[in-house]
DNA sequence: GTGGTCTAGACCACG
DNA sequence: GTGGTCTAGACCACT
């Protein structure tokens, strides 16, 4: 299984849901147009309520990342387009500064803050090509 | 005031304040050993009840960020020795994970990102040298 | 009820709840895993504040004592590990100095002090049993 | 000078007096019937206030510890004998129950605890000797 | 129903 | 005047 909750984590289960379908979209282990596992059957498989994943697909299907056809089920988006860009990218830019922040007082200098920034994206690229043919 | 507070923002208020006191310490808008207001007084000028700035204050001294002196007020840590330091560094490598997912879905590549990350850190450094003589 | 509460006792109601709980933790009175009452329920059992509870679990919670799962409710940790042992056991190494000083003045010399607290771990472990099977 | 007073530390400065005043004492740096700096002039060594050294006085008083001859000054009792007795001894109990059930809490397992508590005393007694005739 | 946050207002310990 | 604690009662997010 692609997904891996824990309910016991501090943030909510449907926002790990959505974090998981994009990093499975993003890494190619769900492509475009691919099938999705229905709400219940999702559900099931998580141990969580559906609404929960109810929850987390709605948020997915503004966020362009999934789309559904009714009476056929959820898919991978063929042409994600994110609507609120600009919005987003300003979240995107005021969590970096608070990270930086938050490595300032654990003693990371910014130039050290780059170079994790750095290691995890070495990281990700590592394993990214996973299942591009599969 | 350094500090601006978002009573409608969805993280909550003692949270921003926490945020507020490290940046303006990691910006040395507040130096080493200053005195900050009392919880009372800032109370007063965020327009926020006082228990709400007590326990940013609270969790800010257990981050040893600050100190308290009974009766005297609380002032910026001398020598600020964050405690949980691994734990923290992983949620902190954790959530750059996440920001680069969401970036990705944002269309951003990740040099794209790195970017994203260089100029936030510039900005940073470029309001950095504020107040260290004032 | 394990845990009972003295609301004229000089130290916090809050800490009180703290202590009680890793007591009834370290006795097996309470198993990893085992559900804990809510915050409510406990506010209304030992007749305080529910917010003077919830303060106790969320400082538990810090500690890894106890898991609190969203919207399911707070369980003893399966795994708990503190976070800051150096620190703290350099707090308890301090602790017995100044018991040791304080024995000292109630006429006790070294050789009864290290009596008595055998004596107390001794009456610990005799009720230590209490609920391993229950 | 043998008191040494950290106003940044949590546990109250007047409290602070008292043991470092009690330590002095069982350790032999303070003979009985020596005389003790006056509270105005401990007051200005220690750079506190001089209520708070006036109040660690009193409850030293109080305990036995010192005694006041007015006119004179305050010395250092010839004959200690503390007062509730039987109370402070269950304090006493109560602390170190509290102590075990923390140190069960940072991993360490009742021997552990009494290992740890040897060794407190064991350096202690190391340092005791210092001046019993000087 | 679960915990998390906030307000308003009160009292206490400390210096 | 400083922070620490507590109550009563409210609203919100999550499952």
Redesign the interface.
């Known amino acids: 299984m692609w997904l891996d909750i824990n309910?016991?984590a501090?943030d909510?289960?449907y926002l790990q849901i959505i974090?998981g379908v994009?990093?499975a979209?993003?890494r190619g282990l769900l492509l475009p147009g691919e099938k999705l596992s229905s709400v219940r059957e999702l559900a099931t498989e998580l141990a969580v309520n559906h609404n929960t994943v109810a929850r987390a697909y709605q948020e997915l299907e503004r966020?362009k990342?999934i789309e559904v056809i009714v009476g056929r089920g959820t898919f991978v988006s063929l042409n994600?387009k994110?609507s609120n860009?600009e919005e987003?990218?300003q979240e995107?830019?005021d969590?970096?500064?608070?990270?930086?922040?938050?490595?300032?007082?654990?003693?990371l200098s910014?130039d050290e803050?780059?170079d994790?920034?750095?290691r995890?994206?070495f990281e990700?690229?590592d394993s990214e090509e996973v299942r591009h043919d599969n």
């Open positions: 309910p016991r501090s909510p289960i974090r994009k990093s979209v993003a966020d990342v994600p994110p860009i987003r990218t995107l830019k969590s970096i500064k608070t990270w930086l922040i938050e490595a300032h007082h654990l003693g910014a803050f780059l994790m920034v750095k995890v994206i990700w690229n």
